[in-house]
């Protein structure tokens, strides 16, 4: 018989006939497990609330349907990831562990994308050609269980990726098959069509401008600072200054002074700067951009240690080879990382843009709030959240790149 | 305090370079004053002094790298003379405390740097980095693909003077070089810095607050206090007559025992008697003061035997712990004799083979002198 020693403890013990403990059943979850029961209760919850939402045209009021009202097939399928990771938690051997674990989480991705493609067909049955449909909050639940599911992997392997490749492989086929055609975002950038790429060029455009601004003003900046204890003085509260001031409120406050400019300045009127435009947005974005700039070059170039700069001295290096030898490529990797948190700062807030006139995704998101319709505001959203990934992805390897093969894989102070 | 303009010089050489008078100031402090020295050419100057004497000061003055703000350096070699700062750096290799080997450069490239600065042709820079690798006993193959983070300590230093020997300056100039490393690798540098010195025989400043570091490697000892000089001489002649008290309490109430650190083993190795065989049949004739040591078939020993009256003790030897290097300090050597009991240290040459021993009796006659 098992007992329990005290209140507080999650052990039953089994003791033999002397009152020595035989066995020990052990009731304590390991963290792998927590996170287990997480997922499997944001799967839970998923069942009960709206999977998708159907619309007899645009403007029609949403229809929604439940992950029940699916077909069996269908619901048998979406309970096979749940089931996978609940046999995950239990799993003792290390590959039962990663076998079930990596097909929950390939499988959780796959069926909601068939089940999607499915639904597709039937809502134009029942609704006629005009009708869309859209995921709705079941769904997002889903899905997120498995993300979750996938950060819950020590490792990202091979077999993970290849999961996922087969996975964007058959959406791809299904979807040329034309069964996602009635999907809302789908629809929506049809009618936007060549506009989308536009934008998305315009946003690029706009991030890329206003980070070189902000580079080309903001490391000589930090040069000065780290130079001279009086320029520091002043950059720096400048710089806290401008930090506090709300991003939409510095977009408002750039109307007033730059139309004024426009009207005296009838040139720069033909070069494009007015009141309201992309001009008042490149300053401001600039101007947000120079904080984590200036702020990880000082860092940078401070933190190289005196020793290295008086061996260098005392070897004979003049100032210039001192600054090209020795504390440009010691300084690089922290000044590339400011680079990159301004980037992806940049390209989130570009999307502000579109509130003075500007161009950029932010046209599909604030268009999307004024027409009601979420499935534009999502194909917005989803476009911008590629193009930080992406962005990132690729400055990541540049960094790496550029970075000496002694300091890669170093941790660098945050400014 | 009066300030001695006139320190004995070492009459076996010429200087190298002379300072007059130099002083720095620091603000208000003064780290400086009056200081007068000339640096005797192809000879090691120790400066010694408790922190804040000025030492490293008047170290970075011959460099340029601190400013002095009157007296003045002169150069006896005309070539140095007309050179400007950073030339003037660059012949002379400069090897510091913390290394400052730079972090993004691998060793090879540490290395080659003021060979680099100095324009030499590639070809002769590959040459000269893989010899001075194996100068500091570092093997070019293994060690000059690596960075500083995957050196130790030990190793870190080795590389930051084969760096400063880089483009086979007349002179060095060397801020605690061993300063950061554990007592055991630092005697192991010292005896290299020796080994090397009197291969290259080149004008090198030194600076250490390590007592038996600067008795051990000075031909030249300076000991300075609050920014003046107190003595300057051979140290043997600094320990037989120190001046003033200051530099009596400096060194020490052992000063007979700071002797041993002046000369190293080899100067008073003598032959040994040795055999493969575990113990020979006969006690040799002057059994009482002699060590019979056992060597294996290369040479390397594997016990000493010495006698007490007939009784033969046997001492097993574990090579580098038991034994001593050519370079190392009598010190080292009365340090082993009394940990094993016998009457001599046993000297061990390249690739541990025993090459000759110290006595004790020898030792004993040295520091009497």
């Keep these: 018989m098992y007992r329990s020693i005290s209140s507080d403890t999650c052990f039953l013990e089994k003791l033999g006939p002397n009152g020595v403990i035989v066995d020990r059943a052990d009731f304590r979850l390991n963290f792998q497990q927590k996170l287990a029961s997480v997922v499997l209760l944001l799967f839970f919850a998923s069942f009960f609330f709206p999977f998708y939402l159907a619309r007899e045209n645009r403007i029609s009021e949403d229809i929604q349907s439940g992950l029940l009202s699916l077909s069996p097939l269908c619901i048998l399928f979406l309970m096979l990831p749940p089931l996978l990771i609940a046999l995950h938690a239990f799993a003792r051997k290390g590959w039962m562990k990663e076998v079930t674990i990596t097909l ?291 400055f990541q390897i540049f960094i790496y790149l550029v970075t000496p093969p002694a300091l890669r894989g170093k941790a660098v102070g945050n400014g | 305090m009066q300030s001695h303009h006139n320190h004995p010089v070492l009459t076996d050489t010429h200087s190298f370079l002379t300072v007059k008078n130099i002083a720095v100031n620091y603000g208000e402090i003064a780290a400086l004053q009056d200081v007068t020295l ?92 893989e010899k001075l690798l194996k100068l500091v006993r570092l093997e070019p193959e293994i060690y000059s693909k690596k960075y500083p983070h995957e050196l130790s300590g030990g190793e870190a230093q080795r590389i930051g003077f084969a760096r400063a020997l880089g483009a086979d300056p007349p002179m060095l100039l060397m801020d605690e070089p061993f300063g950061a490393v554990d007592p055991l690798n630092r005697e192991q540098l010292q005896d290299e810095f020796i080994r090397i010195q009197r291969q290259l025989k080149k004008t090198v400043v030194f600076v250490t607050h390590d007592l038996d570091e600067a008795i051990r490697l000075a031909d030249y000892l300076v000991i300075m206090k609050d920014g003046k000089i107190v003595q300057a001489d051979a140290p043997e002649r600094i320990l037989a007559s120190p001046r003033g008290e200051f530099v009596e309490r400096f060194l020490g109430p052992d000063r007979a025992l700071q002797r041993l650190t002046l000369f190293t083993a080899d100067r008073l190795m003598e032959k040994v008697l040795s055999g493969v065989e575990e113990k020979p049949a006969l006690a040799p004739d002057e059994s009482s003061n002699r060590t019979y040591w056992q060597v294996d078939a290369e040479g390397k020993p594997i016990a000493g035997y010495a006698w007490v009256g007939d009784k033969a003790i046997r001492r097993l030897i574990v090579n580098g712990t038991h034994t001593v290097q050519q370079y190392s300090s009598l010190k080292e050597c009365v340090s082993k004799i009394l940990n094993l009991g016998l009457p001599s240290a046993a000297v061990v040459c390249e690739e541990g083979r025993l090459c000759g021993e110290v006595r004790f009796e020898t030792i004993q006659q040295i520091s009497q002198g």
């Design chain 1, 104 to 394: 929950s989480g390939v499988l959780g991705l796959f069926f909601p994308m068939m089940v999607l493609a499915i639904v597709g067909s039937d809502v134009s049955d029942a609704f006629g050609s005009l009708a869309r449909y859209s995921p709705a909050s079941g769904m997002y639940l889903y899905l997120t269980a498995v993300i979750i599911i996938f950060l819950m992997k020590p490792k990202f392997r091979l077999y993970d990726l290849s999961g996922m490749i087969l996975v964007a492989l058959a959406v791809m086929f299904v979807a040329s098959k034309g069964s996602y055609d009635r999907l809302g975002i789908v629809l929506e950038g049809r009618n936007f069509g060549s506009r989308v790429t536009r934008e998305v060029l315009a946003h690029i455009r706009l991030t890329f401008i206003s980070l070189g601004i902000s580079i080309v003003i903001g490391i000589p900046l930090a040069l000065a600072s780290f130079q001279g204890k009086r320029a520091k003085k002043i950059v720096f509260p400048f710089l806290n200054l401008l930090q506090t001031i709300p991003s939409i409120a510095l977009f408002g406050l750039l109307i007033t002074p730059l139309s004024l400019l426009s009207r005296t300045f009838p040139f720069l009127r033909e070069m494009g700067i007015k009141g309201i435009g992309n001009a008042p947005a490149i300053i401001a974005l600039s101007t947000y951009a120079l904080y984590p700039i200036i702020r990880y070059s000082f860092t940078a170039f401070s933190s190289i240690e005196e020793s290295v700069i008086q061996a260098a001295k005392g070897m004979g290096m003049n100032p210039f080879q001192i600054w090209r030898m020795v504390r440009f490529p010691l300084a690089a990797p922290g000044v590339l990382h400011g680079i990159r948190v301004a980037l992806i700062q940049t390209i989130g807030n570009a999307t502000l843009a579109k509130l003075i006139g500007g161009d950029g995704l932010g046209v599909l998101v604030f268009e999307g709030l004024g027409q009601a319709s979420v499935d534009m505001v999502l194909l917005g959203m989803l476009l911008i959240i590629a193009l930080t990934i992406a962005s990132d992805r690729i």
């Design chain 2, 38 to 129: 000339s640096i005797p050419a192809n000879r090691v100057t120790v400066l010694i002094g408790p922190s804040g004497c000025g030492k490293s000061t008047t170290l970075r003055c011959l460099n340029g790298l601190v400013k002095i703000d009157g007296g003045s350096i002169t150069y006896e070699d005309e070539g140095i003379q007309d050179l400007s700062e950073t030339d003037l750096r660059r012949s002379m290799g400069y090897a510091i405390q913390s290394v400052g080997l730079m972090p993004h450069l691998s060793v090879e490239e540490n290395v080659d740097l003021v060979p680099r600065l100095l324009g030499w042709p590639k070809a002769s820079r590959t040459e000269r980095v």
